[in-house]
Every structure is written in structure tokens, then in C-alpha cells.
């Protein structure tokens, strides 16, 4: 079933097809090779019948055969065989087997039984041409030394090829087990997740190679997917448990008017203080819809340039007749001009949430500031900063949850979805909420993207 398994699988087969390229270039190479050399061979000896003629036949002309006899008689190492025929093709003199009555090039196999002066024992490959005086001379030279180079050359190519093929049916088996092994990895972990288990996570080997960096991909996909999930278990937790309280203290108020009410007054105290329970609820679930509605995206599509200094003032200058009348001071540091692609409209709302924290759960007599400047990168920082009581830093993260509140803020007005949908614009404007101990109180920083460009403006503080 494993050897199945690997001869099946893409990796083994994409490994046969490069091994089948590897052994069809060897098979082109070889014959190539064996061509070259081959042809090589041949025009060497060629070559040198040629030579050998040319450096004869003039003697041949001159002396006839009684030169053939001499040159028989001067090639000591019997590379050549001769024979001179009459213009008929008769023998005059030199080798009678070599037989050759018309000019020109003549490859043959010596026969057996047939005696010869010279050692030739095989193939032969003959010159013929005729002389000028009618005769033929003949020049031959044995070329079965060349076939012992050829079968040699042919021998070592096979065995090339066949250790090709070990060799690559090897390698693709190892090839398409290791690919195999990787691949069973990323499906035990789906099926590991599929059954529940979201903790798990695709190993990496830490290689860097195609399949690591597609498994850090993937545990980035799961990752942002148990967020997810954790985020709507703990949003459909934090409903049940905050929504109980005032759907239950809107039923309880409806019974005791039922139960206890007798003049129209009472009825009507009733039925108001149950319209106050409903529009509670119902700004809860718009503010729950208005933070799904952001963390959506949708938004992102339609952002422009906004003046980050004009929004930032604009909020400011709404909440300082508030803060003066509770008795706390709201100071603004804002440079001018500084301008992010964006969402007024939320960016607004996102500072204006971060103020309201400020003033409702700080004492009387704290200072709010709300400030605006770039650092050296050229990312725009704003922050709200105050000197209250600040935030506990083991519950900074827990606060941007949402429903969460502070156990001393749970006498206070609010929702504790003000944090979240701070941190929801923040995030569709790609950038970075942040919770400070401003020693004391709290700082809530922002950082949002490169500032798109300062324009002159009139400064404010």
C-alpha cells in the first residue's frame, strides 16, 4: 500500500518525467558522443589512405608494380594492403583478396581462409582510383580496430544508462516519499482540525523550503481563523452573560408594573423605565452590528484623504464644554496639516470614543490630552492620555474585548464596547492601538499609516 502510495503520487511522477529527460539526454548525448568519434576515427584513416595514394600512385605511374613491390616491402608495419590491376581489373600485383574493380571508396569483411601478406583480419575500408595509364591501385587499411573502439564506446553508454535508470528510479522513490511525507503532515493536521483539535498547527522543518513556507502560510490562515473563532465564542458568551442583566431587569420591571402598578402614573413610570431597558439593548446591538460592519472591511474601499488634525480638533472642541462642566480639563497638542487615507467619519468616532472613556472614568479634576504628531518614519501617532487611575496592565489587553469592563466601571454608564470598536477602526485603517501606563493614568496610543502628505495649516493647542 506504501509503495502504491509512492508510485501514485505527483511527486514520483513528476520525478519519472525528469528522470526520462535525464536518460533521453543521455541516450542524445551518447550517440552524439559515439557519432563524433566514430566520424573521427574514419577520417583519420581515411585520411591516410588518402596520403598514402597520393604519395603512390606517381611512383606506380613511373615504375608499375615493381613500386608497389618496393612500398610493400618499406611499410614495415603493415598499415596498408596494395593491389594493382590491369584496366579490366585484372591482378597484376600486391594483394589478390582485395579485389576492387571500380574506383572509389569500398568498405567489406575480409574473408576467412583467404590468404594475405598483410594482418588484416576483418573489416577493411579500400581507396580504388585509376591511374592515368588505365590502371587500378588499390590502398586498404584495416578499420576493426575502429569497431573495438565503437563496441567499447557502446558498452560504457549502456552502462551509463542503466545506472541512469537505477539511479533515477531511486531517486524519484525517495523524492516522492519524501514529498509524500510532508504532504501526510498537512493532512493529519486537516483531519486533526476537522475533528476539533484547532490548537493544531502544520510542523515545520525549518528548511525554508516550497513546502515550509506554504505550511507558515497555512498555520497563519488557521491562526487568524481560531482568532476568529475564539472571538465569536466569547462574543456569543459575552452577549448571553451582559444582555441577561438588563433583559432581566426589563422583565422584572414589567412584572412588578403588572403586579403592583394601580394609577396611570405608575403604569406610565413603568413603561418608561422599560423603553430606557430597550434603547439600551438596542444601542448595544447597533454598536455590536457597527463593529461587525467595520471589521468587514466593506469600508476600506471608500477611504480618502482625511485631515487627521481637523478630525482630532473638531472632537476636541465637541467635548470641551463637556469636560469643563464636569470639572476636568481637556488639553490638545495636534500638529497641523497631517493627512492619512481613511474614514473621517470613524476616525472621528474613534477619538471621540477614546475621549468619552477618559471623562467618564476619571475623577473630577483629571486632565484629558489629546495629541497629534509624526515620527521620524513619517507614520502618524495620535493619543489620548490622561492622570487618572489608569488600567491595570495584566487587563490592557482584556479591555479591547468586547463587553469587557473594569470591575470599578461596572457602576458607570456604558456598554464596554467602546475599546472594540476603537480597536476595529484602528485595525481597518491598518494600524495600531496600543494601551500605556502614563504614570499615572493611561495613555491609549494610535498609530496609524505613512502620513500622505502635510499640508499648511494654522497650528492648534
Not at 539526454?25 to 595514394?53: C, H, N, P, W
Not at 588484416?120 to 588499390?138: A, K, N, P, Q
Not at 477618559?358 to 492622570?387: K, Q
Request: hydrophobic share 45%; aromatic share 4%; glycine share 8%.
Amino acid at each position: 500500500m506504501r509503495l502504491r502510495s509512492i508510485t501514485m503520487g505527483t511527486g514520483f511522477r513528476l520525478a519519472a518525467v525528469a528522470a526520462t529527460i535525464v536518460l533521453v539526454s543521455i541516450l542524445i548525448l551518447g550517440f552524439g558522443i559515439y557519432s563524433t568519434v566514430k566520424g573521427a576515427l574514419e577520417g583519420q584513416v581515411r585520411g591516410g589512405i588518402e596520403r598514402d595514394m597520393a604519395d603512390l600512385a606517381p611512383l606506380v605511374e613511373q615504375a608499375g608494380a615493381a613500386a608497389l613491390q618496393t612500398r610493400s616491402t618499406q611499410d614495415l608495419q603493415r598499415r596498408f594492403a596494395y593491389r594493382l590491376a590491369s584496366p579490366e581489373g585484372n591482378y597484376l600485383s600486391g594483394e589478390r583478396w582485395l579485389d576492387i574493380r571500380k574506383p572509389g571508396w569500398t568498405e567489406f569483411e575480409t574473408a576467412d581462409g583467404v590468404a594475405r601478406e598483410v594482418p588484416f583480419d576483418g573489416d577493411v575500408l579500400v581507396l580504388t582510383e585509376r591511374l592515368r595509364s588505365g590502371l587500378l591501385l588499390s590502398v586498404a587499411s584495416d578499420i576493426t580496430w575502429i569497431d573495438g573502439v565503437e563496441d567499447s564506446l557502446l558498452t560504457q553508454f549502456t552502462w551509463a544508462l542503466l545506472i541512469g535508470i537505477v539511479l533515477a528510479l531511486g531517486a524519484g522513490a525517495l523524492i516522492a516519499q519524501a514529498l509524500l511525507r510532508r504532504v501526510d503532515a498537512v493532512a493529519r493536521t486537516a483531519n486533526a482540525i476537522i475533528a476539533g483539535d484547532l490548537s493544531r498547527r502544520i510542523a515545520l522543518t525549518g528548511s525554508g523550503d516550497d513546502f515550509d513556507r506554504l505550511a507558515i502560510t497555512l498555520n497563519a490562515m488557521l491562526d487568524r481563523i481560531a482568532g476568529l473563532m475564539e472571538n465569536l465564542r466569547q462574543v456569543s458568551n459575552d452577549i448571553a452573560h451582559d444582555l441577561r442583566t438588563p433583559l432581566a431587569r426589563l422583565r422584572q420591571g414589567l412584572e412588578d408594573a403588572r403586579a403592583r402598578a394601580r394609577t396611570t402614573d405608575s403604569y406610565q413610570e413603568a413603561v418608561d423605565r422599560a423603553i430606557g431597558e430597550a434603547d439600551g439593548l438596542l444601542q448595544t446591538f447597533s454598536a455590536l452590528l457597527r463593529i461587525a460592519q467595520i471589521e468587514a472591511g466593506a469600508r476600506r474601499a471608500a477611504f480618502r484623504p482625511v485631515d487627521l488634525s481637523d478630525a482630532l480638533q473638531t472632537v476636541v472642541e465637541a467635548y470641551e464644554p463637556a469636560a469643563e462642566d464636569s470639572g476636568r480639563r481637556l488639553i490638545a497638542t495636534i500638529t497641523a496639516g497631517i493627512v492619512v487615507p481613511g474614514d473621517r467619519e470613524l476616525v472621528v468616532q474613534l477619538i471621540a470614543n477614546l475621549v468619552e472613556n477618559a471623562l467618564c472614568h476619571t475623577p473630577v479634576g483629571t486632565d484629558v490630552a489629546v495629541s497629534l504628531s509624526t515620527d521620524p518614519d513619517g507614520s502618524a501617532i495620535a493619543a489620548v492620555t490622561d492622570n487618572g487611575p489608569g488600567i491595570p496592565a495584566s487587563e490592557r489587553e482584556a479591555v479591547l474585548r468586547r463587553f469587557y469592563r473594569l470591575e470599578r466601571s461596572r457602576t458607570t454608564p456604558g456598554n464596554g464596547l467602546g475599546l472594540s470598536l476603537a480597536a476595529a477602526v484602528v485595525d481597518l485603517h491598518r494600524g495600531a492601538l496600543s494601551l500605556h501606563d502614563n504614570q499615572p493614568g493611561l495613555k491609549v496610543e494610535i498609530r496609524f499609516g505613512p502620513v500622505s502628505h502635510v499640508h499648511s495649516a494654522r497650528g492648534c493647542s
